[in-house]
C-alpha cells in the first residue's frame, strides 16, 4: 500500500503548532509563577498559605525568609468584612 506523501506536509504542520502551542502556554504559565511549575489539587490550607505569601511578598508565588514580618503585615488582615444577610 503506498504511502500519499502529500499528507505528511499538513501532519507535520499541525504536530509543530501543538508543540509551539503547548510550549508557548507552558512558558506563559510558568512566568506568571515566577518561574515555579503550576499548582494542582490546591486545598484550603494551601489557599490560606497563598493568601498569608500574598500578603507577606505582594506575590502568591513569593516566599519570604526574613524573621520579622514587615510592618505594613500588621494592618492588612484576613479577615475580609461581610454582607449580613437578615
Known amino acids: 500500500m503506498p504511502v500519499p506523501w502529500e499528507a505528511l506536509i499538513p501532519f507535520g504542520l499541525v504536530t509543530t503548532m501543538f508543540a509551539a502551542a503547548g510550549t508557548l502556554f507552558n512558558i506563559s504559565k510558568r512566568a506568571q509563577n515566577q518561574g515555579k511549575p503550576?499548582?494542582?489539587h490546591i486545598d484550603a490550607w494551601d489557599e490560606?498559605?497563598?493568601d498569608r505569601?500574598?500578603?507577606l511578598t505582594g506575590h502568591e508565588?513569593?516566599?519570604s525568609d526574613e524573621a520579622t514580618a514587615p510592618e505594613d503585615f500588621a494592618t492588612n488582615s484576613v479577615w475580609y468584612t461581610?454582607?449580613?444577610v437578615r
Open 38 to 40: 503550576v499548582r494542582y
Open 48 to 50: 490560606m498559605m497563598m
Open 61 to 63: 508565588r513569593g516566599q
Open 82 to 84: 461581610q454582607k449580613v
Open 53 to 55: 505569601d500574598k500578603r
